[in-house]
Nanobody, 127 residues
Framework: QVQLVESGGGLVQAGGSLRLSCAAS????????MGWFRQAPGKEREFVAGISRSGGSTYYADSVKGRFTISRDNVKNTVYLVMNSLKPEDTAVYYCTARPSYQISVVFTTEREYDYWGQGTQVTVSS
């Protein structure tokens, strides 16, 4: 079992930036590939970014590529999502997620591949 707690959401103007954090506890953090998903009102939850256990591999949704950066600190047991050039369509609840894996470089990109989820943090981008 691993517990995930997101923070860093808020209200920002279009073109602005935010950094989300997800603190993990309960198990060896470095055994877990991590991901960020988001869910906008009336829409299904969608993949945003994923990162491997070591941090050496990352993957992004096309809609955020070049604007968002995922990273992790395996000493602080935290994964980050830096969001730049934010757009109103980035408005959503952002969720941190994790699952254990023996593979060092794997990145998971679908909701059903992940086991553990945080409670979410709201990001609102005004135009």
């Amino acid at each position: 079992q691993v517990q995930l707690v997101e923070s860093g959401g808020g209200l920002v103007q279009a073109g602005g930036s935010l950094r989300l954090s997800c603190a993990a506890s309960g198990r060896t953090f470095s055994n877990y590939p991590m991901g960020w998903f988001r869910q906008a009102p009336g829409k299904e939850r969608e993949f945003v970014a994923g990162i491997s256990r070591s941090g050496g591999s990352t993957y992004y949704a096309d809609s955020v590529k070049g604007r968002f950066t995922i990273s992790r600190d395996n000493v602080k047991n935290t994964v980050y999502l830096v969001m730049n050039s934010l757009k109103p369509e980035d408005t959503a609840v952002y969720y941190c997620t994790a699952r254990p894996s023996y593979q060092i470089s794997v990145v998971f990109t679908t909701e059903r591949e992940y086991d553990y989820w945080g409670q979410g943090t709201q990001v609102t981008v005004s135009s």
